[in-house]
């Protein structure tokens, strides 16, 4: 039985953002981390997103992404949308086996969920070259107890103040770069400000939250 459309829906299908969301299909770049619980909760409020990633899952991923033991070894962005299809049914994402390139499509709602500085900056110039057709773009960067969200529209734009080359990333160690709360918050709150924008495009430039502190920071 597939539970696109209001059916599976029925509690939440009188917000504003419900009716928009049913017609998009958002672009989600990364099946990690972030982008496993991403594609999951767009595909439980009803967009159907489309999904790049070219890794294979591994037993490191386990700990930190929707996915199972089964699929180690197979492409990401197949097995997630084997996953939310045995649990919502055909038809509720795409999956595409590649990595995101200079000649890939540009998405005018496009949500970044990889850990690639140079990915971010052509995901957001690819959007960016939409010109007066782009909408939202939502970037998600996480560590194993924070994370930050990043979002550009037509009409709040900072998002450059906050890109920076790789090497100047801060190094954490490899043990300690993900959690499944960690991921799943920051997917909830890449979500949440997707369907805000839906429904008043009212929407933060930056939200923080650092979860040793139990802190959330929104600009």
């Not at 999951?40 to 930190?64: C, E, S």
Request: hydrophobic share 40%; aromatic share 10%.
């Amino acid at each position: 039985m597939q539970l696109k459309g209001k059916m599976g829906r029925a509690r939440f299908s009188k917000a504003e953002w419900f009716e928009p969301l049913q017609s998009l299909n958002p672009l989600v770049i990364g099946a990690g981390g972030i982008g496993s619980w991403l594609g999951h909760f767009l595909a439980r409020a009803g967009a159907v997103p489309i999904i790049y990633d070219m890794d294979r899952y591994d037993t490191n991923n386990i700990g930190g992404q929707l996915c199972k033991i089964k699929d180690i070894g197979e492409n990401k962005a197949i097995a997630l949308q084997k996953i939310i299809s045995d649990m919502l049914g055909p038809f509720v994402i795409t999956s595409v086996n590649e990595e995101y390139t200079e000649d890939s499509a540009a998405y005018a709602y496009t949500l970044c969920a990889v850990d690639d500085m140079n990915v971010r900056k052509l995901a957001y110039e690819k959007w960016l070259s939409l010109g007066d057709e782009r909408e939202i773009f939502i970037d998600g960067r996480m560590g194993a107890e924070l994370f930050q969200v990043y979002t550009a529209t037509k009409i709040r734009d900072e998002y450059m103040n906050h890109w920076f080359p790789p090497e100047e990333a801060m190094g954490l160690p490899c043990a300690y770069k993900a959690t499944s709360h960690s991921g799943s918050m920051t997917a909830s709150v890449m979500v949440n400000i997707l369907t805000n924008y839906l429904s008043n495009s009212v929407v933060p430039s930056k939200v923080s939250y650092f979860g040793q502190l139990l802190e959330m920071e929104i600009q």
